[in-house]
């Protein structure tokens, strides 16, 4: 696909007349301190938002040619630039407009909650029927099938292909899509027909790329409440009966004689819980008949767990959105050793639901995986343990404890668990008890700001069997605002010894990596800094700045456009599905600024970049943070997007503050 970016004569004449202007422009601002927060850029690339977009829109006019001034004329007509005279406002009491300030103060902090969501299915009105793409025949539905079963009706109304080539045939030999997908003129003979490579078939053929996946039947039985969980059942036996011990004694039934013999000292350290049964000693609590295996009398011991090696790691943090399959291959490619799934409800997990076990799913590249679970009672939190443990291949499993959103705080997840030693206690040991796998866990450094207690924390997670804690140094009042605590993260790597303790906030660099290595972490978990420039992780292994090109990144975006039409599809839902995970990448991604524009190296993840142009058309696109032109980018790779296609960034920039 002719994407029109490169050079020609004109468009470095129309450049170099907009850095000269921009120049000028901006000469009186530079010779000024550099405005606080704000990344140091060379002068000459510095400019002004008015020139950056006028840049950005004549150029992008100039490779749509007539089509692209037609649509914009048609755009001026609906959103006029003339000035209208402001509506009339009335007037607010004094309090009334405290109340607005306050509000205008909190509106970039967090999420866009009120954005609208356009499902990809929305976006075909009309599909071809499974049983025409598979070739089972007839449709079992008949008549009352909604979708359509004559191939040149359905073809007159489909959108037109977005390429030539497709990466699926290209790829395995074959396109389980069909006359669906939307590169179908690559496989697609003149009689509607679908082509396939016999040896490319045959090399993938019995291979399991993606693994995790929800069957059908542990569906059905997930949704009647079918499954058996005995491990927990075992484990939650040993927490009802120590809360009937505990009901006993507040209420004198249970006889002190034998304790009041002993020293009143003593007491104290009399333990009322019930042991768990994990000693080779204690008797199966089932009566077995015929021939005993070592299973049914032998518990695992901890030390008998799968182990993991987590020392100097580099860890891919589990991004809510933006961490999908397809963005953590792209990172598997650039280094990074340790990946582990987006949050998962546990609650939805044990209800079936799809889209959560979704989550769950791992590549075959991913060689050190874990998943990360979010919940807030022993009882479910140990029951979807032991459904990973079963039904699904991880090499550990982690306790998501420094989630800050209210939807999960206020339930007494994510970081409430912090505040709830008792429950967070019983939900690590239920957990450690029906895994083969290390139990790991994420915390902040507190729910208040002023308040740290995650050194408390960790300490007893100790003794509870946690195998690994990573701290990200802020607390949930933080949120992402103000530097990580750093120094804070050093004293609790000390207290957690011999535990390996991952240290997380604000890299961005390989020098930021190596400061946080400096403060004793057994490794360092990398977020943002990920989304930013995935090749971060190249950069901190071979300790060198590296200074990507426009056109390098387009091949990054290429290729998680690829594995995200492999991941979600190539028919029109997979690819306005891709299309959507990709702009929520790209509204982290535009923060980069390129190694050879910076005044000082390296660049800060809390500052924000100023207007500037790159060095070519294509990098001062990808310097946009207008969703308009995030678009822009999407079409270069995915073709033009829907008549009825919108868009707005799940979060919102408020890391500079």
Request: proline share 5%; glycine share 6%.
């Amino acid at each position: 696909m002719h994407i029109g970016y490169h050079k020609s004569k004109n468009r470095e004449r129309v450049f170099d007349q907009m850095m000269e202007a921009s120049a000028e422009d901006a000469t009186e601002t530079a010779t000024q301190v550099a405005v606080k927060g704000e990344a140091a850029i060379k002068q000459e690339f510095i400019t002004t938002k008015d020139a950056f977009h006028g840049f950005l829109d004549s150029e992008w006019q100039g490779s749509k040619g007539e089509k692209a001034t037609e649509n914009e004329t048609l755009q001026e007509k609906k959103d006029p630039l003339v000035d209208e005279p402001e509506s009339k406002k009335p007037k607010l009491d004094p309090e009334d407009v405290k109340k607005t300030e306050k509000q205008d103060k909190k509106r970039f902090r967090g999420r866009n909650k009120s954005r609208p969501h356009i499902k990809p299915t929305t976006y075909e009105e009309k599909r071809l029927c499974l049983s025409v793409i598979q070739k089972n025949g007839e449709c079992k539905f008949g008549e009352k099938c909604i979708f359509y079963h004559d191939v040149a009706e359905y073809l007159a109304n489909k959108p037109a292909d977005i390429g030539e080539r497709c990466y699926l045939y290209d790829t395995f030999g074959k396109c389980e899509y069909g006359l669906a997908c939307r590169f179908a003129k690559a496989h697609t003979t003149a009689d509607f027909k679908t082509m396939e490579k016999a040896e490319l078939v045959e090399a993938y053929e019995g291979r399991t790329l993606v693994k995790n996946s929800l069957s059908k039947d542990l569906q059905y039985r997930l949704r009647k409440r079918s499954v058996i969980f005995k491990k927990s059942e075992e484990y939650l036996k040993t927490l009802s009966n120590n809360k009937d011990k505990k009901e006993q004694q507040e209420n004198g039934d249970v006889c002190t004689a034998e304790v009041s013999a002993e020293p009143k000292e003593e007491i104290q350290h009399v333990s009322t819980e019930e042991p768990l049964p994990t000693c080779p000693d204690i008797q199966p609590p089932v009566k077995t008949v015929g021939p005993l295996t070592d299973a049914d009398v032998i518990k695992l011991r901890p030390c008998e767990k799968k182990k993991v090696d987590f020392q100097d790691k580099l860890y891919l943090a589990p991004l809510t959105t933006c961490g999908n399959l397809p963005f953590r291959r792209v990172c598997k490619r650039f280094g990074a050793d340790i990946t582990c799934g987006e949050m998962a409800m546990c609650t939805n997990l044990l209800q079936g639901h799809q889209s959560e076990w979704a989550l769950l799913k791992r590549h075959e590249s991913e060689d050190l995986f874990g998943v990360q679970v979010e919940g807030c009672f022993p009882d479910t939190m140990t029951r979807c343990a032991e459904l990973i443990s079963n039904y699904a291949d991880v090499n550990f499993v982690d306790i998501n404890s420094g989630c800050p959103i209210d939807l999960v705080y206020k339930k007494g997840g994510g970081c409430g668990l912090m505040t709830r030693t008792r429950k967070f206690e019983q939900i690590i040991k239920g957990m450690n008890y029906v895994l083969d796998v290390p139990l790991t866990v994420k915390i902040r450094t507190g729910v208040q700001e002023k308040s740290s207690i995650a050194h408390k924390l960790i300490g007893e997670m100790k003794n509870w069997g946690v195998s690994m804690v990573t701290l990200h140094g802020r607390s949930r009042e933080q949120r992402y605002t103000k530097l990580a605590d750093w120094d804070y993260i050093s004293t609790c790597a000390k207290l957690a010894n011999p535990v390996p303790l991952f240290g997380n906030g604000d890299i961005l660099s390989y020098e930021d990596a190596v400061k946080a290595k400096e403060t004793g972490v057994s490794g360092v978990m990398i977020a943002r800094g990920a989304l930013i420039k995935p090749w971060i992780f190249t950069e901190i292994k071979e300790s060198r700045h590296w200074d990507v090109s426009s056109s390098e990144r387009l091949d990054i975006l290429r290729d998680f456009t690829n594995f995200g039409l492999e991941h979600w599809g190539s028919d029109t839902r997979g690819v306005e599905k891709t299309r959507n995970f990709l702009l929520e990448w790209l509204s982290f991604m535009c923060r980069y600024i390129p190694v050879g524009l910076l005044e000082r190296v390296p660049q800060k993840i809390n500052e924000r970049p100023p207007y500037y142009m790159g060095r070519n058309f294509l990098e001062s696109l990808m310097a946009s943070q207008n969703v308009d032109d995030w678009i822009r980018i999407s079409e270069m790779l995915l073709g033009p997007v829907p008549k009825n296609f919108n868009f707005l960034p799940k979060h919102k920039a408020n890391s500079y503050k």
